[in-house]
């Protein structure tokens, strides 16, 4: 890394994600990124908005969980940074790279070989007609030329150890249909970890399986980060499980991010009213009894052309005049805490 | 509340014929539901909570079959009842909600042309604006009758469900995970919306959920299956307090908080028995922390413990390890291996 490459992303503070840790260059870090989609026949274009502006920091070792509900674009920030789509504008940047000047097949393999994803289904994401080996291999065929032919055995095992599949020559040699949904998706995280990767990009992995089973799958989040160094990217619509693993919290809300910061001081200071109302929808029963206590049955909006303004002004219940026509910015509230509301207030002020 | 429970159920058996031999689904279930009570049966995928819905609706199909036991509804047996006098009792007085809207609702037809198809083959004297009254009952405006699925979002396809449900206002309704595709916001308004429902309208529901937490502020009661058989059963607010099940325990420890401090969580390690062989003794005896040399080979029965009932050998004085646990409300669990393969 030079320090010219340094410099250049250091100097751009209009666009930094708040919440990051300062210092030197991120992992992965975006800028203003931005993914519109086409919708509606050739009389009726429109452009939904899918992700506006996000900047986003990841540092290494580190877990930032994305959350929000089904269509604020928590996904589609996930297939931006694993490539599947190209933003409309916006940049990211790959330990101070640009993803947007690699060009070379080699960057490009090197790229999805350092950020592999972890998809939802565990159902649907494995082959079904190949062992479980066939898609490790592969991947350590493809991606780890330091690994010799002879050796690729070995390390398929190593990785199935590290998720906590054992005895690892045994699951090696199952078809996907013999592995239970936890198992399975531990194979989807071993696959991603074949590749020697620095963050991986894990969409909703748990969300499919029992609530049992989910921890498991956690404390393998948790263990990879600290024994193999990995980062995450968790994206989830359970803010529990977020706070269980994630060292950052991220909150999205039809295409904006609204809240970031450390996820404690996110949840212990809840600053944006979605974050509460996400907050308050989640289901304790540690907590004391409170029935009807939010009763909330919006959705978010889907933002088709959408005007300026607060895009969560419809289900606020702290809305005022200027929420209609201004778009609100990330405002540094706390120490690393930012919120995009009008009225969300600041920490001295609060205190008072 | 009246002296009788609506639903009685007795010993139900279902059986799965499979290449490996018959698989016991579900394993002497008993199961009672009071009038505009609401029961909440909660477990992991695959210990039969599902069939059970289905074999008390009597909607299961080959190779599942009800091998022995009864399902009393309202004092008459469902099991020996003939189809033709079932699809009378079908929809007007229980009903089904399903667990993924998305693809239960036909596709092709409006919401307002599907309920009438239930109108049609259940009751044809209907008021003609009881559809848009349930509508507006789970909080979705009429017009959306007019509506395909598809134009619906995953919440509002749930309640419409629900609605549809309760278009004769049955006496009992039986939802199989109907929240489970939503978010959390969604989830929690759902679950409000049901409880009020029942409050206003005086049905009894049977909630079936593999999320523990979910059920924790609305049910009444609470049923904890595991491999196909019962094994707590209490008032809910007893169960969360005092887990008398090592596997009711584990479940209830399973999911984090976002409140209190930040614990290291284990879940349950291990997966569900192969019901087709099922462990001999205890089922749960595999994945139990507290496992003692009687429960490898005796099959606990459910005690009563306190206000609720637990399939335990900890609870059976005649089985219970030396020196017995004197204090029931809290059974300490020592800490579990981590993973799920064992």
Redesign the interface.
Known sequence: MTDSITDAVTNTTDHADPSAPTGSVPLLETKGLTRHFKVGGNLARKTLHAVDDANIVIDRQEIVALAGESGSGKSTIARLLARVYKPTSGEIYYRGRALSSMHTRRDLLSYRSDVPMVFQDPFSSLNPAFRVSHGIMRGLKLHRKDISRANRYDEAERVLDAVGLTPASDILQRYPYELSGGQRQRIGFAQALAYKPKLILADEPVSMLDVSIRIGLLNVMADLRTNEGVSFLYITHDIASARYVADRLIVMYAGHIVESGPTEVVLSNAKHPYTRLLLSAVPDPRAPLEVGAQTDTGEPPKVINPTPGCRFRWRCPLVVEECHHVTPALRVLGPRHAAACHVASEDEIEKR | MASAPILEVRDLRVEYASSRGPVGAVDGVDLDVWPGEFVSVVG??GCGKSTMLFAIAQLLSPPAEITSGSVLFKGKNLVTMTEKRLNVLRWRDFSVVMQSAMNALNPVKSIGAQFQDAINAHDEHVDRERPAEVMRLV?IDPIHLKSYPHQL???MRQRAMIAMALLFTPDLVIMDEPTSAL???????L???I??LQRELGFAVIFVT?????V???SDHLVVMYAGQVVEVGPT?TV?DHPEHPYSR???D???????P?V??????G?PPDLAHPPAGCRFNPRCPLVFADCLVVEPALYTVGESHARCLLHATAHAPTPAPTDTAQIPIPDMA????R
Not at chain 2, 183 to 189: E, P
Not at chain 2, 254 to 260: E, K, R, V, Y
Not at chain 2, 264 to 269: E, F, V
């Open positions: 992991e995928s909080g979002s995953g919440g978010d959390v916001v969604a989830q929690r308004s679950m409000v919306q409880k009020e593999h999320d523990m937490s979910l924790s502020h609305f607010r969360f584990g479940l209830l399973a999911f984090p908080s976002i409140t209190g930040r290291h969580l284990t879940g349950i390690p997966s981590e993973g799920e393969v």
